[in-house]
Each structure stands twice: as C-alpha cells, then as structure tokens.
C-alpha cells in the first residue's frame, strides 16, 4: 500500500482543499475543482464509487448528463483514492478503519 499524503490533485500535483458541499443546479455532492479543471467528488461511505463517478462526470459537463452519459472513456482521465476526511490524506484509512473514496475526473481537450 502507498504511503499516506496530503490531498493532491493527480493530474498537476497541486495541494488541494478538502471536499465541501456544493450544490450546483438540481445536484448536490460533496467535492471540489482544482486549477487545472480537474473535479474530485467525496463518497463518505466508500462503496458508491460508481454514483460518485457519475456525479463527477455530470458536474464536468456543466450539469450536463445528457452530455455526461454520451462521454467515451476516451473522453475523460480518472482516478480514485482512498481518503480519511478528517486528516485530509489519500492513501489511508481513517482511525476507525474506514475509508471513504474520493474520485478525479477530468475531461480531455
């Protein structure tokens, strides 16, 4: 297993803040947007990992899911951690041992 470190985005390595609630149109999801356009939405429970991903790639396209539904895996990088909210770190489970999940998505040009 990898060692723990802090919240940093996989595509360009900036240290970022932990998920918060965002509602955004009819969506509500607990996450976040990195500088390079990278989204990260957070599953509490660890074993939503597909709802959360979906999440992730609706918020991508603007709230879109027509769009969202229609992307190829060709269209998008993804990536998903374990991550303990409460120390802000992936790699790791949280004292109680458990783990929530945290997925990247981001579109491709």
């Known amino acids: ?6 919240l940093q985005c996989p595509y360009c390595d900036n240290f970022l803040r932990a998920p918060v609630d965002i509602s955004f149109k009819v ?3 607990t996450g976040g947007i990195c500088t390079c356009g990278a989204i990260y939405v957070f599953d509490r429970t660890g074993r939503n990992l597909g709802g959360i991903f979906m999440d992730a790639l609706e918020f991508a396209c603007k709230g879109d899911i027509d769009k969202s539904l ?5 269209d998008y990088d993804s990536v998903d951690y374990d ?3 409460h120390t802000n770190m992936i790699g790791r489970t949280s004292k109680t041992g458990k783990a929530g999940k ?3 998505v ?3 040009k």
């Not at 297993?1 to 802090?6: D, E, S, V």
């Not at 229609?70 to 060709?74: A, F, H, K, V």
């Open 106 to 108: 981001r579109l491709k």
């Open 102 to 104: 945290l997925v990247f």
């Open 70 to 74: 229609s992307l190829s895996p060709e």
């Open 1 to 6: 297993m990898a060692r723990p470190k802090h």
């Open 83 to 85: 991550y303990d909210i």
């Open 27 to 29: 969506m509500e999801l």
